[in-house]
């Protein structure tokens, strides 16, 4: 039986459909909050309610006592966290709310997983973390203490905790930095997303830092090609790791932290060129300056996950941008 919160959202849709066609028994977990359009996120549901091994609930993960209900009545042996307050800018309008989902909600699943002896605690944290850090592909060994947004910070505490409980509890924990993620049935308010439906309605798109900017775009397959690959392979205590140079990403206590992305950054007007050329349209483009809390360029170091598990991401962003907008304009009936 494996967990999925965030089984309604972009990447948790992806993964529970996945598992489910793998003949996994899959638990989805979400509140379905109005972030962006709920619809979207009805029309995951139905897709995975079609499944006859997919079992639902609809619950916020503040709520500890209705969340440790579902751990006692279905004892899950894995759990992977992707539920959370997602988006930099809106952590500039809303700060409470990344309080309450992603660390009170982060705690809460922690407890639970720790309670009933989860074989492995697998999470999303984010290229946010990565703040200041100006150096180039961001590594895990890398320093992350200098935050720009809320949200990053958030990002980076839930790979504190998750330490926390590596240690004092032997829950083995994974944590992976999200890069850029996109593709069909992606998030409404990402780039590709607002970008198609604006130029498909001759409608302008916000550029901002003059389109000086660089994204490691994700394809959605090999984020979720590369998350599978680690399930049952929880991270081992290392009995010798303080004799050796500190390893931010890993740790004496079963722990580790991944990069997950392209390793090919893509300059962002080429990617807006790249769907104009797909739509057969031109965009009307308003420039902007650089948005508090977001960073100019992007790029992983994903060598982790190759020399662990062989992490090979092969979907180009042509290909992806395309695959997005023939869903787009299925969904759409465009």
């Not at 028994?25 to 139905?46: H, Q």
């Not at 604006?198 to 775009?217: H, P, Q």
């Amino acid at each position: 039986m494996i967990l999925v919160t965030g089984a309604a959202g972009f990447i948790g849709f992806h993964l529970a459909r996945k598992l489910l066609d793998a003949g996994h028994a899959v638990i989805g977990y979400d509140s379905v909050n109005d972030y962006y359009d709920p619809s979207l996120k009805e029309a995951r549901l139905a897709v995975l309610h079609d499944y006859e091994n997919f079992t639902f609930f609809r619950n916020d993960l503040i709520d500890e006592q209705i969340l440790s209900k579902v751990f006692d009545d279905h004892n899950p042996r894995l759990v992977v966290h992707l539920a959370a307050q997602a988006g930099v800018r809106y952590s500039l309008i809303n700060p409470k709310v990344y309080m309450e989902s992603n660390l009170i909600g982060f705690f809460n699943i922690l407890e639970a997983c720790r309670h009933h002896d989860v074989e492995h605690f697998i999470y999303a944290s984010s290229s946010s973390v990565y703040g200041m850090n100006e150096k180039i592909p961001f590594s895990t060994q890398h320093n992350v203490d200098h935050p720009i947004s809320l949200y990053g910070a958030t990002k980076r505490s839930n790979e504190l905790m998750a330490h926390t409980y590596s240690h004092l509890y032997d829950l083995p924990t994974t944590g992976l930095r999200f890069f850029t993620v996109y593709g069909p049935w992606g998030r409404p308010d990402m780039a590709l997303f607002l970008f198609t439906k604006a130029i498909l309605k001759s409608e302008s798109i916000e550029v901002y830092n003059n389109g000086e900017m660089k994204r490691d775009f994700t394809y959605i397959d090999d984020i979720i090609n590369g998350l599978l690959s680690l399930l049952d392979s929880p991270p081992q205590s290392i009995n010798h790791w303080l004799r050796q140079v500190i390893d931010p990403s890993s740790s004496k206590a079963p722990f580790r932290l991944y990069n997950i992305g392209n390793n090919c950054p893509v300059n962002l007007m080429d990617f807006i060129n790249e769907i104009e050329k797909q739509l057969g349209k031109k965009a009307k483009i308003n420039y902007k300056p650089l948005q508090p809390g977001d960073v100019v360029a992007s790029h992983a170091d994903v060598s982790g996950l190759v020399k662990d598990f062989r992490y090979k991401p092969s979907i180009t962003v042509d290909e992806g941008i395309r695959e997005f907008i023939s869903w787009y304009k299925e969904y759409y009936n465009i």
